[in-house]
């Protein structure tokens, strides 16, 4: 039988702002207790941008911890793919601005608009790219400055995110480790659950917008939960399904860092035992696209990933979209 071909993790890395921004500060701005935020999400501490800062910014350095990490250099990259919610402008994309700073113009770039399940799109997108010959090595970096976009007296939504960029470089496969297999799904029905309203073409900028605070992030937490642990629980199970290993063949469960509460039910639908979840929310809340790379990266410095180790990785966001992929280390 001919080996399938896959496409492996072959570096990883990302960057946080110096600045961290801790429940106690909160405390100081909105009505709010360090008590009830970790009760009700998990996070004690978030980093946050400088106001000097953009996506691009932190794509670059997470880039470049990535590529020092790998012993690679900019010349040896074929493509950069971002994943963001928040570019620092709506065109050009916030790839080709990381490309500019890397000096990477012999490269194309682009952008991946999939909420906070970015980066598994990505890694999805990567595959088809790299197996069908058309690129050799991917770099697909995820990055959020949310805090560009929260409104700072929604207490139920201020208190959630944080800034960050993590990145990973992906190619083909030369042994059986890598990726296995993958779900993705989307249904725009839910798309108001969780929106920034207003700078698009469907809502341009005026004064009122502004008035309004339509340029921040508007969300229903409770609908966006209970849409959330259905769908994440869906992908999990269909990835999983499609390469024929069941639930307690995984080792490391990599959620989406949105919610403790989310993770929590996710894994309890899933049978995976606690030990098995890894969770970093407490130290820099929900940075979307960047929490996974982020996990993978802490997991392999800390050396929790060893040749064989069978990883899901489980996310959804903002679209809604949601998705999984079954990688074995």
């Known amino acids: 039988m001919e080996k399938k071909r896959r496409i492996k993790i072959t570096g990883t890395g990302f960057y946080v702002p110096d600045q961290i921004l801790t429940n106690a500060d909160l405390e100081k701005m909105v009505d709010t207790t360090d008590e009830w935020i970790v009760s009700r999400s998990g996070i004690r501490e978030r980093h ?13 350095e997470a880039v470049k911890k990535t590529l020092r990490n790998s012993h690679l250099e900019v010349k040896d990259i074929d493509l950069i793919i971002v994943a963001t919610s928040t570019p620092d402008t709506l065109f050009p994309s916030t790839a080709c601005r990381v490309q500019q700073g890397l000096q990477a113009d012999h490269v194309p770039a682009f952008d991946i608009s999939a909420g906070c399940t970015g980066f598994l799109y990505g890694l999805i997108i990567s595959e088809s790219l790299i197996l069908s010959g058309c690129v050799k090595r991917i770099l697909l970096v995820g990055s959020e400055l949310l805090t560009k976009i929260t409104n700072w007296k ?15 470089v992906l190619e083909e496969s030369k042994d059986d480790s890598g990726m296995l297999s993958s779900y993705w799904k989307a249904d725009g029905n839910l798309g108001d659950l969780l929106i920034q ?6 809502m341009p900028a005026s004064v009122q917008t ?13 609908e966006v939960f209970k849409h959330a642990v259905k769908r994440m629980g869906e992908a ?10 069941k639930k307690e063949d995984v080792d490391v469960f990599i959620a989406h860092q949105a919610n403790i509460r989310i993770i929590d039910a996710v894994g309890e639908r899933l049978s995976i035992p606690k030990e098995k979840v890894y969770v970093n929310i407490d130290r820099y809340g929900n940075v979307s696209v960047a929490s996974i ?35 074995r280390w």
């Open 154 to 168: 929604d207490r139920s939504t201020c208190v959630l995110f944080g800034d960050a960029a993590g990145a990973v």
């Open 197 to 202: 309203p207003a700078g698009g073409s469907r």
């Open 293 to 327: 790379p982020i996990a993978l990266h802490e997991l392999r410095q800390h050396k929790k990933l060893k040749p064989g180790t069978i990883i899901l990785m489980d996310a959804f966001g903002a679209g809604f979209t949601w998705a999984a992929v079954v990688y």
């Open 48 to 60: 946050i941008a400088s106001a000097e800062q953009a996506t691009s910014d932190l794509c670059i």
């Open 236 to 245: 999990a199970e269909e990835a999983l399904k499609k390469v024929g290993l």
């Open 210 to 222: 502004v008035a309004e605070s339509l340029h921040t992030l508007k969300m229903k937490g409770n």
